[in-house]
């Protein structure tokens, strides 16, 4: 029932993990695909990998913080498919900045401002109108994180961007329904991709406990969060907006809840340290 034959969608970001795992779906299920990624080598193998998948594929080298490659990429994308389906506003990076607020500086506020909330304004205005082009029934699906619905301690600033995009995904949500055009967002929890290597993060010792930690029992993979975003992009979403979607095998629903190595339900530490490998 998910069939975006025709259709054409952007993903930022595709070069691997999420946006990658999304450009393959959509690929998939037929549609045509323009994807903006900043790492030359990451943009080669989608491109061949979508190629190979026989999906026609537009794959620009660029980066989404930067206005005039954001302007360029909206001018491109409606030469070559005459407007936009779907906008999927995937980049965001926690920039490997993990330290208290107060010792947060005003470069490192910046940075995270720019690759985890500005672009999403200045991508989403520029293709407002190729997907005005499109009318009813195209639509925009964020992903934001399961941090902007919960605390990350040593990610204030991180969680704040990411809150925003709820702000965000809401309010223009409203001002788009009239047009038929929807605006959602995912919240995944942590999830394996390059960005966070799970495998690296997490000390051996602590690993056999990964099963506990998490409701379903294990982390996510980026194609979890791919069939959520298809599924809102998707007519079958054709009357959700201004929603988030929070895929994260229980985790939100959970709290401090976790099984202990017995498998007995508990909201208090037994382990010693974050578990973490930094
Ligand atoms: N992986 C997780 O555990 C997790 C959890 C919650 C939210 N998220 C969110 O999911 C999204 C994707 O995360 P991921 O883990 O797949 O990331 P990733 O870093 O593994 O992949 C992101 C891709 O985007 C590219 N990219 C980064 N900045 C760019 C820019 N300015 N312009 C163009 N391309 C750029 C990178 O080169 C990379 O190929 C992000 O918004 C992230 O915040 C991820």
Do not use: C
């Not at 975003?229 to 994260?248: C, K, N, P, R, V």
């Not at 340290?273 to 930094?278: A, E, I, L, Q």
Request: hydrophobic share 45%; no cysteine.
């Amino acid at each position: 029932m998910i069939d975006f034959s025709g259709k054409i969608v952007l993903v930022t970001g595709g070069g691997v993990g999420i946006g990658r795992a999304t450009a393959e779906a959509f690929g998939k299920a037929g549609a045509k695909l323009a994807v903006i990624e900043k790492r030359q080598d990451r943009a080669d193998d989608v491109r061949q990998a979508l190629e190979g998948a026989g999906v026609e594929a537009m794959v620009v080298v660029g980066d989404v913080t930067d206005s005039a490659t954001v302007a360029r990429l909206a001018e491109d994308i409606d030469a070559r498919f005459g407007g936009l389906d779907v906008l999927v506003n995937n980049v965001g990076d926690f920039l490997m900045i993990a330290k208290r607020f107060w010792d947060m500086t005003d470069d490192e506020i910046e940075r995270l401002y720019a690759v985890n909330l500005r672009h999403i304004f200045s991508v989403t205005r520029a293709m407002i109108p190729l997907l005005r082009k499109k009318g009813a029934g195209s639509s925009i699906v964020s992903v934001s994180s399961i941090e902007g619905f919960r605390a990350i301690p040593n990610g204030a600033v991180y969680a704040a961007f990411k809150a925003g995009v709820t702000g965000f995904t809401k309010s223009l949500a409203v001002e788009l329904a009239p047009e038929g055009i929807r605006v959602n967002l995912i919240a995944p929890e942590t999830t394996d991709t390059p960005q966070v290597a799970i495998w690296k993060m997490i000390a051996p010792e602590h690993r056999e406990h990964i099963k506990s930690w998490i409701p379903m029992g294990r982390f996510g993979e980026p194609e979890d969060m791919a069939g959520g975003i298809l599924f809102l992009a998707s007519s079958l979403a054709g009357w959700i907006t201004g929603t988030s979607l929070h895929i994260d095998g229980g985790a939100l629903a959970a709290g401090g809840w976790y099984r202990d190595v017995n498998g007995t339900w508990t909201n208090v530490p037994v382990i010693t340290g974050n578990g973490m490998n930094f």
